[in-house]
Antibody
Framework: EVQLVESGGGLVKPGSSLKLSCVAS????????MHWIRQAPKKGLEWIAL????????YYADSVKGRFTISRDNSKNTLYLEMNSLRSEDTAMYYC??????????WGQGTLVTVSS | DIVMTQTPSSQAVSAGEKVTMSCKSS????????????LAWYQQKPGQSPKLLIS???TRESGVPDRFIGSGSGTDFTLTISSVQAEDLAVYYC?????????FGGGTKLELK
């Protein structure tokens, strides 16, 4: 059974940094691209980043480009999202999702990031 | 970026009703080489992460009840629930994976009448 478990969220001040993790199990993590998708409170879904299975390519939404970095450690079955220069508009539930260029078939339960002074 | 527009934003329904919701994309999601539409539908219940219902515009995922029907091609797509059940009350999102950045519609919320 595919499982994705995010962690690392919390309450932080504007301008600060945070690193999210997503531990994967139930599939060969090193064979699949992985995404981060976020959802602001009471809002819709926004895709923010993709990393290829071998980290050879990374894509970002314009809203986070230059501030967020997606990475992975295939030896630990773990996906990361390093978030810098956080803004109030980054407040959201952050989900990791499995897949590369297809639909998002598997999602984690999410980790909440709140950016507030 | 491909803009996805869903209508209506909310809909009040009674159990047993047939429901349809629309999703329109700002450009065609039909890839000519394989004749596939790169369009998915998700269901999100309160406090839960989204669940993939339909991919390739009309292919139901394993375990999804057959009352959920996806249709359409090009830029116009529809999700139909043939007979709404209480457990179907949720927000439904369409999403295009034709091109980066992947984009979602704003959602259609199904509420109880």
């Amino acid at each position: 059974e595919v499982q994705l478990v995010e962690s690392g969220g919390g309450l932080v001040k504007p301008g600060s940094s945070l690193k999210l993790s997503c531990v994967a199990s139930g599939f060969t993590f090193s064979s699949y691209g992985m995404h981060w998708i976020r959802q602001a409170p009471k809002k819709g879904l926004e895709w923010i980043a993709l990393i290829y299975y071998d980290s050879s390519n990374k894509y970002y939404a314009d809203s986070v480009k230059g501030r967020f970095t997606i990475s992975r450690d295939n030896s630990k079955n773990t996906l990361y999202l390093e978030m810098n220069s956080l803004r109030s508009e980054d407040t959201a539930m952050y989900y990791c999702a499995k897949g590369e260029f297809g639909p998002f078939a598997y999602w984690g339960q999410g980790t909440l990031v709140t950016v507030s002074s | 970026d491909i803009v996805m527009t869903q209508t209506p934003s909310s809909q009040a329904v009674s159990a047993g009703e047939k429901v349809t919701m629309s999703c329109k994309s700002s450009q065609s999601l039909l890839y000519s080489e394989n004749k596939k539409n790169y369009l998915a539908w998700y269901q999100q219940k309160p406090g839960q992460s989204p669940k993939l219902l339909i991919s390739w515009a009309s292919t139901r995922e394993s375990g999804v009840p057959d009352r959920f029907i996806g249709s359409g091609s090009g830029t116009d797509f529809t999700l139909t629930i043939s007979s709404v059940q209480a457990e179907d009350l949720a927000v439904y999102y369409c999403e295009q994976y034709y091109d980066t950045p992947w984009t979602f519609g704003g959602g259609t919320k199904l509420e109880l009448k």
